[in-house]
């Protein structure tokens, strides 16, 4: 079965951090882009950072630079995503994704065309 699987929420209070993990079964990370993403209580879902198969160029949303850092190890067939200084208007649902030929850019700013879908993980930030 192929699939994502994401883990690392939980609850978390305001200034502290969190890894995500994305683990990939069935197929290898190593030809995907790969894209962290989150959907929050009555919002649409947004990219929140997305990661190259090839050059490891990345790509990050306003609202996160300099708090957040994607990183792939293809090794272990995973993808992480290290935040720092959370808010809590980062609290969500994340999930990533993977797609073939796409820049980091691309994949982050659109829902479409993404070839799979992890479940999602709930991050809570909150004192």
């Known amino acids: 079965q192929l699939q994502l699987v994401e883990s690392g929420g939980g609850l978390v209070q305001p200034g502290g951090s969190l890894r995500l993990s994305c683990v990939a079964s069935?197929?290898?990370?190593?030809?995907?882009?790969i894209g962290w993403f989150r959907q929050a209580p009555g919002k649409e879902r947004e990219g929140v950072s997305c990661i190259s198969s090839s050059d490891g160029s990345t790509y990050y949303g306003d609202s996160v630079k300099g708090r957040f850092t994607i990183s792939r190890d293809n090794a272990k067939n995973t993808v992480y995503l290290q935040m720092n200084s959370l808010k809590p208007e980062d609290t969500a649902v994340y999930y990533c994704?993977?797609?073939?030929?796409?820049?980091?850019?691309?994949?982050?700013?659109?829902?479409?065309?993404?070839?799979?879908w992890g479940q999602g993980t709930q991050v809570t930030v909150s004192s």
């Open positions: 994704a993977a797609e073939g030929i796409v820049t980091p850019q691309q994949m982050c700013l659109s829902l479409r065309g993404h070839d799979y």
């Open positions: 069935g197929f290898t990370l190593d030809y995907y882009a």
